[in-house]
């Protein structure tokens, strides 16, 4: 990543209404890591229909394994990813109070701490880029940004989220998000 380029880290980027047909069609990224690296991305809006007690084989508390498991992207979708939240996280590494992990073991700890305060998203998969790769991206045009917040990334209705979100942005968006799915509709 070049020196001047600015570090997405802690950022939403949504599919700007450019990539239908591709696997980020409709899509709402947390970026979690953007450096010399490349980046590190979790879809946020892209639920699948199990549990993650369905996925995962471990001892862990029934509200864990009752919760939705989320498909974090195209790249190893058999690898685990945690977002966790709660009041204070001193160490949090993605944002305030927002915390990215991928052991089970800190899964399980968290799990077995689990609090009312605290809020947990899984994910299956991850969306990454090569060094340089996003800014290219960027540069292109191929996604907006938007700024990242906790209410955001756990987003009751989270398949409403990349609506909602362009919505909010303006009239010229809103006519992005109101588009139909399959433009042979219109």
Not at 12 to 41: M, P, T, W, Y
Not at 57 to 78: I, S
Not at 95 to 119: C, F, K, V, W
Request: proline share 6%; charged share 20%; net charge negative.
């Amino acid at each position: 990543m070049a020196a001047t380029t600015k570090s997405l880290k802690g950022q939403l980027i949504l599919d700007n209404g450019k990539l239908r047909g591709s696997f980020f069609h409709r899509a709402v990224i947390l970026i979690c890591q953007h450096d010399a690296e490349g980046a590190f991305g979790l879809i946020l809006n892209r639920s699948t229909s199990n549990h993650v007690g369905d996925a995962l084989v471990a001892k862990l508390p029934q509200a864990v394994k009752d919760e939705t498991l989320f498909l974090g992207g195209p790249v190893q979708p058999q690898a685990l990813s945690f977002l966790h939240n709660d009041a204070y996280l001193p160490d949090a590494n993605v944002m305030p109070n927002l915390n990215l992990g991928h052991s089970l073991d800190n899964l399980l700890e968290i799990a077995d701490s689990y609090s009312g305060t605290q809020r947990l998203k899984i994910f299956a998969g991850y969306a990454g880029w090569s060094p340089g790769q996003l800014d290219e991206e960027m540069k292109r045009e191929t996604w907006m940004t938007h700024p990242a917040s906790l209410e955001m990334i756990f987003h009751p209705e989270p398949d409403t989220l990349w609506q909602q979100i362009l919505r909010d942005k303006g009239w010229k968006y809103k006519l992005i998000a109101e588009a139909p799915e399959d433009p042979s509709v219109n």
